[in-house]
């Protein structure tokens, strides 16, 4: 069985109103969208409730079916009926969570923080159910009897494990205090999500015309738009979402307002009242240390990463501590080019974290003659959009049509159709690029159907990529950073992983965190090469493609400041590992927690963590114990685009074949180590990534 988490399904079930409120609600009908979408036109916030209630209950009795099953346990009566089951819920779910996330507002957060607690309590109802586990470990036992398919074989042991990780092998004494932890932990979680929220939407900084000193165009626009829409007609608005915030550290001449937004950005969540979550954090931290000693392990890290590629807490402080030393001393040389540079401007004053970016800039123009701002104009973002789509047409085949008329659940999202090339539908793909106030900041991926073999058909993806980019101002469209450029190619790499899972399990479809990261993070490796850039990077005005001479100074200038983004990174993931390798059970002081452990590790001064503790959504979710996924995965990225390189063509279809068939297609079927064995034919090597990033060591 899957994991009891919602999973994204969208079904076209045939659904019976029993009653008409039921017959109102879009979730009880079958939904005759085009692609059997979600009809967002017609789901209002009270829908939701009352069908996440119908949908445990559905699912209940399709478990109590299995359980008064007079026939022993198989694998067809009790792996795969708990596989099919919870449809309905599911439904439901996909459509909500993608919501909460992308498009929220009051109502969703008041159902939220009730649905929660119970989805808690519904998935610890299946996986301590004593009898169903007594019938999923009769399977599991006789395993070498039962002749299964390896992929039959994986979802009996992600079944087994996700009982046994649950705690079904617990006494009903642990097994009570394991409920407890469970619905705190979900009450918490709803919460600090609404509190970071919140805090990030509340800060605003109104200027004026003076203090728009060094702000390139772009920004000004943006920031002009974003007051008038705030009723601050002929002032210039400034947030913490990432299209306001960090253009102003890197281009804002007044010293004092960069301090004042990256201070605003740093202290979010940390300064008392409602939105401070220090107390959260810590007791979410304490409850899982005690969640997995409940479960005969050291610490929570040991809970997480046994299911992981890494294995073990050891395996991944080791290669953190590969790339955590050549990177800070990198970085510690980046700071004494930009104290130099800072030095010329105001003499005898330390660099200070709201310096860096400013100052990383102009030593990056001195230095590359490269300006960020003068590659902006050729990405605009449709057109990025269509590299992309363009990239995996060379590489895979696909083409990409845009879906007129189909239902969206907010006017600026659009939707495309994938087929093969030969013409067969694949899936779809919705693509969600701009901030709003009821969107959480970041870029994700997520799916309303993911693809798997229902019934003995193949049930079609449909996807979606949420994402934070600059906004359109005016009559100018969408320009995005080089940064946005990438983020936008591995939003798509995760998309493309979703729409070609192959496999016939949804229970088979998920990998590892330290893994998942592989199909996105290698997309990026394109973004920037001259013959992708080829493809989509056209001025916005004339459509003249990007100068030759401009990329030659962006490549020139491709791994300054990479000590500080890989410092600034690893320092979360590090972190996070910290939080999640203690072994005590008892809340601690989640400032005096990080301030010890970022001491530890020689974190300078200037360089805060990408996320520290008071707004680190990503460890209070799914990416607790697992943040450094994102440099593992940079491993693998680096290692499978080399690839690629050794073939000595970007494009080689043999290559690209290899890589769909052998990972983007597998989903969790087989263990990710040897999917990528398959694929370079060894293991990955580090190195590649260190060259990339300019953090190889030279010989002296």
């Known amino acids: ?79 795969l009926s708990l596989e099919l089951s919870g449809q309905f819920l599911d439904r439901v779910g996909s459509v909500f969570f993608n919501l909460t996330g992308a498009e929220t507002n009051p109502k969703l957060q008041a159902v939220n923080r009730e649905v929660m607690p119970l989805m808690s309590a519904h998935r ?294 994938v087929k093969e090339q030969d013409g067969r539908h694949l899936g779809l793909i919705y693509v969600d690029y701009h901030p709003r106030p009821g969107k959480r900041g970041g870029a994700w991926m997520s799916s309303y159907q993911p693809a798997w073999v229902r019934d003995g058909k193949q049930m079609d993806p449909v996807v979606v990529n949420v994402c934070n980019f600059t906004a359109p101002a005016g009559d100018r469209p969408a320009l995005l950073t080089a940064d946005e450029v990438r983020t936008l190619f591995h939003e798509f790499g995760h998309g493309l992983h979703g729409l070609f899972y192959k496999g016939r399990y949804r229970g088979t479809a998920g990998t590892p965190r330290d893994f998942v990261e592989l199909p996105s993070q290698v997309m990026e490796n394109w973004a920037m090469e001259p013959e992708v850039l080829k493809l989509y990077a056209k001025h916005h005005q004339t459509g003249e493609s990007i100068p030759e001479a401009l990329v030659a100074k962006m490549k020139k200038a491709a791994t300054f400041g990479q000590g500080f983004a890989t410092v600034e990174y690893m320092a979360a993931a590090l972190l996070d590992m910290d939080w999640h390798t203690q072994t005590s059970a008892k809340p601690q002081d989640t400032a005096a927690f990080e301030k010890a452990s970022l001491a530890k590790w020689g974190l300078l001064a200037e360089i805060p963590p990408r996320y520290r503790s008071p707004y680190f959504s990503h460890i209070m979710g799914g990416y607790a114990a697992g943040y450094y996924s994102y440099i593992w995965s940079a491993v693998l990225d680096s290692d499978a685009f080399q690839a690629f390189k050794e073939k000595g063509d970007l494009f080689d279809p043999a290559t690209a074949a290899r890589f769909r068939a052998e990972v983007l297609s597998r989903g969790g079927t087989a263990d990710p180590a040897e999917l990528y064995r398959r694929f370079r034919g060894r293991d990955p090597k580090v190195e590649p990534l260190l060259e990339k990033r300019g953090l190889k060591q030279r010989p002296r």
Not at 129 to 139: D, E, I, P, S
């Open 124 to 417: 610890d109802d299946i996986h301590l159910n004593a009898k169903l586990f007594q019938r999923v470990r009769a399977v599991w036992e006789a395993r070498g009897r039962l002749n299964l398919a390896p992929d039959q074989i994986r979802l009996l042991e992600n079944s087994y494990k996700a009982f046994v990780r649950a705690g079904a092998a617990l006494t009903p004494e642990q097994q009570g205090r394991m409920r407890a932890i469970n619905a705190d932990l979900s009450r918490l979680g709803v919460d600090f999500n609404d509190r970071v929220l919140k805090a990030t939407k509340a800060f605003q900084m109104v200027l004026e015309a003076k203090d728009l000193a060094g702000l390139p165009e772009g920004a000004r626009m943006a920031a002009a738009a974003a007051a008038r829409k705030a009723g601050l007609d002929g002032k210039w608005l400034f947030s913490l979402d990432g299209p306001s915030i960090w253009p102003f550290l890197e281009y804002a001449e007044n010293r004092d307002l960069r301090k004042r937004i990256l201070t605003g950005y740093l202290e979010r969540c940390n300064q008392g009242g409602d939105t401070d979550t220090n107390a959260i954090v810590s007791r979410v931290a304490a409850l899982r240390a005690e969640k997995a000693q409940l479960l005969g392990y050291g610490t929570w890290a040991d809970f997480v990463l046994e299911e992981n590629m890494a294995k073990n807490a050891k395996g991944v402080y080791g290669l953190l501590d590969q790339i955590w030393k050549p990177a800070l001393e990198v970085a510690k040389k980046e700071r004494a080019e930009l104290q130099a540079m800072m030095a010329k401007d105001l003499p005898g004053q330390k660099l200070e974290p709201w310096d860096w970016r400013y100052y990383a800039e102009k030593v990056k123009r001195a230095k590359y003659d490269f300006d960020e701002e003068s590659v902006k104009p050729y990405f605009a973002v449709d057109a990025v959009r269509q590299g992309a789509f363009a990239l995996a047409g060379r590489l895979y085949g696909i083409t990409f049509s845009e879906v007129k008329g189909i239902p969206v659940y907010q006017k600026d999202v659009r939707c495309f159709e």
């Open 1 to 79: 069985m899957r994991p009891l988490s919602v999973m994204t399904a969208l079904m076209t079930l045939p659904i019976l109103a029993a009653d008409p409120a039921q017959a109102a609600n879009p979730f009880f009908a079958e939904w005759k969208t085009p692609f059997g979408v979600p009809p967002f036109q017609d789901i209002r916030e009270d829908h939701f409730l009352p069908a996440f209630k119908e949908g445990m209950v559905r699912q209940k009795a399709e478990v109590a079916a299995i359980l008064d099953a007079q026939a022993a346990p198989t694998f067809e009566n009790t792996i």
